[in-house]
Nanobody
Framework: QVQVVESGGGLVQPGGSLRVSCAAS????????MGWYRQAPGKQRELVAV???????NYTDSVKGRFTISRDNDKNTMYLQMNSLKPEDTAVYYC?????????WGQGTQVTVSS
């Protein structure tokens, strides 16, 4: 059974940085793609960034130039480096791991940007 676990959330001041991680385990295969999503209170879950197994990336416009997604295929682990954080980045951040037949989600990690 595949498990996806996020870590690294927390409280940070505006303008600060934070890195969150996502580890996928339980499969002999590496995920075809992995992605970060976020959901703020009262809002729908939105895509933040995705990365393919080959390293191709895509970002939502609001985080371009501030966030960087990366992955280590040997460890089936993905990272999101978040710089120049803004209060509107406050949300629960979820990651997913996409395999051929199924998508697995983590439980989420809270990121709060506040002074």
């Amino acid at each position: 059974q595949v498990q996806v676990v996020e870590s690294g959330g927390g409280l940070v001041q505006p303008g600060g940085s934070l890195r969150v991680s996502c580890a996928a385990s339980g499969s002999i295969f590496s995920p075809v793609a992995m992605g970060w999503y976020r959901q703020a209170p009262g809002k729908q879950r939105e895509l933040v960034a995705v990365i393919s197994r080959g390293g191709s990336t895509n970002y939502t416009d609001s985080v371009k130039g501030r966030f960087t997604i990366s992955r280590d295929n040997d460890k089936n682990t993905m990272y999101l480096q978040m710089n120049s954080l803004k209060p509107e980045d406050t949300a629960v951040y979820y990651c997913n791991a996409v395999y051929r037949a199924q998508v697995y989600w983590g439980q989420g990690t809270q990121v709060t940007v506040s002074s």
